[in-house]
């Protein structure tokens, strides 16, 4: 039986700070963080990638905001665009992983899988969200995203010197 390596990618790994998030810097970066992964590779382990998503969530949302605003779509809640980013984020990495082992001659079976967790809607973190997600925000930001979304929840992160949306 091959060794089994279990990866976890944060999703600042994917999208890094000072980033803009375009899809460009996002493949440049999961490309790097594949090529990281070659030595796990070579030595014969198969590897489950598991990633983080809030920053690519957080623009979700955003994207959601304001297509609701300017054109009426209706917002998605936070589990669909969870499911979104795991599947963009999942097919980014299968592409960049395939496209560092071809570069090497190496062919390996790749699959993308959408997970879903069923949360008990009494369990306690919903009252004091933690994590965060999505960009920061100024002061004067803040204010205006709390005019938008009034049941949301936020916390000043003081080593970055902004505000950030959190969730359960």
Request: hydrophobic share 35%.
């Amino acid at each position: 039986m091959k060794k089994l390596a279990v990866v976890a990618l944060g999703g600042n790994a994917l999208l890094r700070a000072g980033q803009k998030g375009t899809i460009d810097e996002q493949e440049e970066n999961v490309y790097s963080t594949c090529s990281n992964l070659l030595e796990l590779i070579k030595k014969d382990y198969n590897l489950v990638i598991t990633h983080g998503n809030g920053p690519q969530v957080g623009n979700i949302l955003l994207q959601n905001s304001a297509g609701s605003k300017m054109y009426s779509i209706p917002e998605m809640p936070l589990d669909i665009c969870g499911a979104y980013s795991q599947g963009f984020i999942g097919y980014m990495i299968e592409q960049q992983l395939r496209n560092v082992l071809e570069k090497r001659g190496m062919q390996k079976d790749i699959i993308t899988l959408v997970t879903q967790v069923l949360v008990d809607k009494n369990d306690p973190a919903f009252s004091k969200p933690t994590k965060p997600i999505g960009p920061y925000y100024s002061a004067e930001e803040l204010e205006q995203q709390k005019k938008e979304n009034p049941e949301a929840v936020y916390k000043e992160d003081v080593r970055r010197g902004g505000w950030r949306k959190v969730v359960a």
